[in-house]
């Protein structure tokens, strides 16, 4: 193979490796906030990046961590239009393999930037399968600190060698703007970087794609996206906090946060494309905006990405007694979709993940609740009712080994629902998982409904204040890895220390 010019810079390693050889026309063409990959199937995989001008993208794979074998794959034009990001489809992986890429872009004059190299694995037949689960960063008012390490919970989870991170939402917390320092109680102060889409909350299309190119500027963060391939979903704070379609804020609302706007349809529509540019995923051609999808991860497992925003009813007390448009969580289309998907799956394992949790409620009766529950501990009234209706389909078709994972209350817990607990007893008992938070303050609500029998196996601890910040440690993760041979799921929770909190393993029947 004849090695060109710009392949012997790729091999030198990029820009930091052979500055001489860079003309001043080439060095102002760059990766602007690093790369990953997305929806990683059995033969595809989809890769991200940005550039900082319009520019091609250009993505180079082989098995070989040498590229001897190396195979190249032009990709679309990254422009203004998508915030200079763009996203390609590898198709034809080999199965069961891992899958070196590199990626850089190149100018219609012949400008290219320097490369960026990531890894993946793809699934395949008698190899086990790893991933780390959870969400909720950089919330509250605490971003990267590079005095205490930044985003460090990336990097605990990347030491643990994960095949990919499923993300169950609040990947930015767009409704909230950071301060430069931030005086502690006891008198220490943590400082944040400050970027001029943290200085506000997020109304604009750039402003909302600053709060994801944030991520970026940690390094644990970078590196984490480049090994680890993405599974993603979103929640409330991509958008605004607790909103649904059509939401109007009220006066104190809009005021609090310095919103200019009261109607949260603008907000949704720019939160929305921020995040399919930002979010490596195969878009749905006949409904682009749908971002529920199932990602289909070999023999071990299918992965239902849920989306419990963009269709739900708005938050009320949450007590309706007949199903509808107006005690909606996942909305009808979603649910149908996702009966018949499960119905179809061949996986040894179907992992929902759906950022809200079943049974999190707080003690109070509230006078609208954003989540499933609704405290009553009765039979499934208000978004219950979806849930009922799922798991009772389950049982009814006989689908066997599912599990839970959801996000969105910034603590970990394990759940078991068991039916001869429950008011309402027509399913099987399942597992669900909560993970979180990786970057942002705990919580602290503690309390749950038992209309589906719920049973609190594990918690991690309360923090003794409101909002201490990363640095007090009450940030965890959720581990999983599933055995080739014997299809069992073994569950951790893990904390910025990779010391295990609870660990359980779960035997596939069927």
């Known amino acids: 193979m004849t090695i060109g010019r710009r392949q012997f810079l790729a091999g030198l390693g990029g820009l930091a490796a052979a500055p001489a050889f860079i003309t001043p026309a080439r060095a102002q063409l760059a990766i602007a906030d690093g790369i990953t990959a997305g929806d990683v199937t059995s033969d595809s995989a989809v890769i991200w990046a940005r550039a900082s001008n319009t520019s091609k993208m250009i993505v180079t794979w082989a098995t070989d961590p040498k590229f001897a074998d190396a195979k190249r794959v032009e990709g679309p034009i990254a422009a203004g239009r998508t915030g200079n990001s763009a996203q390609l489809v590898l198709d034809g992986l080999p199965a069961g393999r891992e899958i070196h890429y590199r990626v850089h872009f190149e100018t219609a004059d012949g400008a290219a930037s320097a490369p960026s190299q990531g890894r993946l694995v793809t699934p395949g037949p008698n190899r086990d399968m790893s991933f780390v689960f959870g969400g909720d960063q950089c919330g509250a008012g605490w971003g990267i600190n590079p005095e ?30 950071m301060l430069e320092e931030v005086r502690l109680p006891d008198g220490r102060i943590w400082k944040n970087i400050v970027t001029p889409a943290k200085k506000e909350a997020a109304e604009r299309l750039d402003q909302f794609r600053g709060n994801y190119s944030y991520n970026f500027l940690d390094e644990h963060y970078r590196r984490f996206s480049a090994e680890v391939p993405m599974l993603a979903t979103w929640d409330d704070h991509e958008v605004m906090d607790n909103w649904w379609p059509g939401r109007r804020m009220t006066w104190k609302q ?31 051609t006949a409904d682009t905006d749908r971002i529920y999808r199932v990602v289909p991860c070999g023999p071990l497992a299918d992965v239902f990405m849920l989306d419990g925003r963009s269709y739900r009813s708005p938050n009320d007390r949450n007590r309706e007694t007949a199903p509808g448009k107006d005690a909606a969580m996942l909305g009808a289309a979603q649910v149908t979709w996702l009966k018949e998907a499960l119905k179809q799956s061949k996986a040894v394992w179907k992992i929902i993940a759906n950022p809200q949790p079943l049974a999190h409620v707080t003690k109070k009766p509230k006078p609208r609740y954003d989540q499933w529950a609704n405290g009553d501990h009765g039979m499934p009234r208000g978004r219950e009712r979806e849930a009922a209706d799922i798991l009772s389909f389950i049982k009814r078709e006989n689908i066997r080994n599912t599990v839970w994972l959801a996000a969105d209350v910034h603590y970990s817990a394990a759940y078991r629902f068991d039916p001869n607990q429950a008011a309402f007893q027509d399913f099987n008992p399942f597992w669900e998982f909560i993970s979180g938070p990786f970057h942002t303050r705990p919580g602290r609500v503690k309390y749950f409904d038992k209309t589906f029998g719920a049973d609190q196996q594990f918690r991690t601890p309360v923090a003794p204040i409101i909002n201490p910040p990363p640095s007090d440690g009450f940030l965890y993760f959720g581990h999983a890895n599933i055995n080739a041979k014997t299809g069992a799921m073994r569950v951790t929770f893990r904390d910025l220390n990779d010391r295990t909190l609870f660990s359980i393993t779960l035997e596939a029947t069927g």
């Open 148 to 177: 205490w390490g930044g985003l460090k919970i990336f990097e605990t989870m990347l030491a643990t060698r994960p095949d990919f991170l499923i993300h169950l939402g609040d990947r930015i917390y767009a409704d909230r703007l």
């Open 254 to 284: 809009q005021h609090r946060k310095g919103y200019r706007v009261k109607e949260t349809e603008i907000l949704e529509k720019n939160g929305r494309q921020a995040f399919f540019e930002y979010t490596p995923m195969r878009r749905n």
